[in-house]
C-alpha cells in the first residue's frame, strides 16, 4: 500500500512567527515530496494559528497550502484535517472548496494492518481545569454565534490578537514533557486503552513535544512534535509508523 502521513500544528498565520511566507512554504514543500508516495495525509490540528468562517468570508491569505491540498485531493489522496483549538472554528469552507475529510472528535480507524486512535489532544488532560473552562466556552455554539455577528474586521484581527498573546505567554511551556505518568494525554490513553486494547498507536499533536513511548507491549504513544520549530511528521507504510524530521533543501 502507498503511505500514510500525519503532521499538526503549524499555526500558519501567527503574528508570532516573523516569517509567515516561509512557514507556509515549507509545509507545501512537504506535501510536494510525499505526494507521489501517498495515500493520505492526517492533519491533526492547528494548522492555523486562527480560522474562523463567516457565512461569505473566510481569513485571507493561505492560498499555496489551500490550492496544495485541493491539487492532493483532486488526485484521490485523502487530506484529513482536524480542529485543534486554534482553528476549531471551521465551517465547511475547507470541505467544500478543498476536499478535505474534517473532523471535530476522536477519531479510531483501522489503517493497513493496525489500528489508531488520533486525536488534536487538547481537553484530554483533566488536570487542566481553567483550560477546559475556556474551551468548553469556545465549543459552545451561542458563544460561537455571538462572535459570528462581530463584524470581520473586529473579530479575525481579535482572533488572530488573541492567538498571539497565546503563543507569547506559553512560549517557554511548549515542548515540555514532565514524564508520562504526570503527563494528562498520556494517562487519557493509558485508560482508554482498557476499552480498546488492541489500539495500535495513540497519535496526538497539540503539545508541540516530539514524544513516542510505549504505553504496553503492542500500543504506542505519540505525540507529532510541530512545524514552528520541529518539523516532525509520521510516515506509516501499513505496518510499521515511524517519526522523521523534514529538511526542506528549497528554503535557504
Known amino acids: 500500500m502507498k ?4 503532521l499538526s500544528d503549524a499555526h500558519l498565520g501567527s503574528w508570532a512567527i516573523p516569517d509567515g511566507r516561509r512557514q507556509e512554504l515549507r509545509v507545501v514543500h512537504f506535501l510536494d515530496q510525499i505526494e507521489s508516495e ?3 495525509v492526517y492533519m491533526l490540528g492547528d494548522m492555523f494559528d486562527f480560522w474562523h468562517e463567516y457565512r461569505y468570508v ?4 493561505f492560498t499555496r ?3 496544495k491540498i485541493s491539487a492532493l485531493t483532486d488526485k484521490g489522496i485523502e487530506v484529513h484535517f482536524f480542529t485543534g483549538n486554534h482553528d476549531l472554528w471551521c465551517g465547511d469552507y475547507l ?3 478543498c476536499g478535505v475529510i474534517l473532523h471535530r472528535e476522536m477519531l479510531l480507524i483501522k489503517l493497513g494492518e493496525k489500528n489508531f486512535c488520533m486525536a488534536h489532544g487538547d481537553g484530554l488532560d483533566n488536570t ?3 483550560y477546559l473552562i475556556l474551551r468548553s466556552i469556545f465549543h459552545n455554539k451561542i458563544c460561537q454565534k455571538m462572535f459570528a455577528a462581530v463584524h470581520p474586521r473586529w473579530g479575525i484581527g481579535f482572533g488572530q490578537k488573541w492567538a498571539r498573546r497565546s503563543r507569547l505567554k506559553h512560549e517557554i511551556m511548549e515542548g515540555f514533557f514532565d514524564g508520562p505518568e504526570k503527563d494528562g494525554i498520556y494517562r487519557f490513553s493509558k485508560e482508554l486503552l482498557k476499552s480498546y486494547p488492541d489500539t495500535d498507536y495513540f497519535i496526538y499533536g497539540h503539545r ?3 514524544v513516542d513511548l510505549m504505553l504496553n507491549d503492542r500500543s504506542r504513544f505519540v505525540i507529532l512534535g510541530d512545524w514552528v520549530t520541529k518539523f516532525t511528521y509520521g510516515e506509516f507504510d501499513g505496518t510499521t509508523l515511524a517519526i522523521k524530521h523534514f529538511q526542506d533543501n528549497l528554503l535557504k
Open 208 to 210: 508541540h513535544v516530539d
Open 3 to 6: 503511505k500514510i502521513y500525519f
Open 65 to 67: 497550502l489551500l490550492g
Open 95 to 97: 470541505e467544500k472548496e
Open 128 to 130: 487542566e481545569k481553567h
Open 58 to 61: 473566510v481569513p485571507k491569505g
Open 38 to 40: 501517498a495515500s493520505a
